[in-house]
């Protein structure tokens, strides 16, 4: 059994007396990437900003490598995090966007240029290390936002939406960028995301988050095709989403074809699950991959 290094250990968020977050329990094995997936509203991103010690908790734990992170500041964990809107510093051109971390640590002037010509060229960014944020497209800030969060080598990448705010096409395209980057890299990686898509194509593992609590955790491709149970929404819109439609897209730079699967639906309550037709076809080896379909 794969050793976890992130264990969340009946983690509760409060509001006042709303519980945010109830008793989630999740672990996430080095290297692999967990995507929280859920509709607005869940609690989802209260949790991660709780993993990276921005919220406090209520009740449980927050283990990483062992170590109880109760009273460690956010600044100390040694965590990256993410936004959807990237949040890069307009003032600074790229090369000085992705080293500001790099400076923080006191990294010499060549060794900063020359880690930041490696990141460049990770997320296809070369040439553009002298332009200024606002000369770029929102998938170029989002790739030099990601360059950013893994200048400093962090332990584990906080992913908050980090998509969300981009077309479909180029969010299909980025998600398979942004799933070969952190193999590449052996980045251990929550992501929090609506998008059901996004969420199959970038992560190992996947949980199901409604009103607070988990109601699904698994294998990618488990929970891709298992039946819903328990507390899993059902309505019209997972009918109408079934029309057996398929979407070519990209795994890691490989054919990836999703079936049965329309993207008009945009929360939980399009989920294939209980259909005849639910599962996938994906490249033997991928994350969630058992062989069948």
Same mark, same amino acid.
Request: charged share 25%.
């Given at each position: ?13 409060? +509001? ?62 040694? +965590?990256?995090?993410? +936004?959807?809107?990237?949040?890069? +510093? ?204």
């Amino acid at each position: 059994m794969v050793e976890a290094m992130l264990e969340l250990r009946d983690v509760t968020v409060r +509001f006042g007396a709303l519980a945010a977050v109830s008793s989630v329990s999740l672990s996430v094995a080095e290297g692999d990437v967990l995507a929280v997936i859920g509709p607005s509203g869940c609690g989802k991103s209260t949790l991660l900003r709780a993993v990276a010690g921005l919220e406090p908790l209520a009740a449980g734990s927050v283990v990483w490598d062992g170590h109880d992170l109760a009273g460690v500041p956010t600044h100390e964990r040694g +965590f990256a995090l993410m +936004f959807q809107d990237g949040q890069l +510093f307009n003032h600074a051109s790229v090369a000085e966007n992705i080293a500001y971390a790099l400076r923080l640590r006191g990294l010499g002037r060549a060794s900063r240029r020359g880690r930041v010509e490696e990141l460049l060229e990770l997320v296809g960014m070369q040439g553009y290390a002298d332009r200024r944020p606002s000369t770029l497209s929102g998938g170029q800030q989002q790739r030099v936002a990601l360059a950013r969060s893994l200048a400093a080598d962090p332990a584990l990448l906080l992913l908050d939406e980090p998509l969300s705010a981009l077309d479909r096409s180029l969010r299909d395209r980025l998600a398979g960028d942004l799933r070969e980057i952190l193999v590449q890299t052996g980045t251990t990686a929550v992501m929090v995301t609506h998008d059901h898509d996004e969420a199959f194509t970038v992560a190992d593992r996947m949980a199901v988050m409604l009103e607070g609590e988990i109601a699904q955790e698994g294998p990618t491709g488990e929970v891709w095709r298992a039946r819903c149970r328990g507390r899993w929404p059902s309505s019209s819109a997972t009918r109408r989403s079934w029309r057996g439609r398929r979407r070519s897209g990209s795994w890691g730079g490989r054919p990836l074809v999703v079936a049965g699967w329309s993207p008009g639906e945009r929360t939980v309550r399009s989920w294939p699950c209980g259909r005849a037709r639910c599962g996938s076809t994906r490249p033997a080896g991928s994350p969630g991959w058992s062989g069948g379909r």
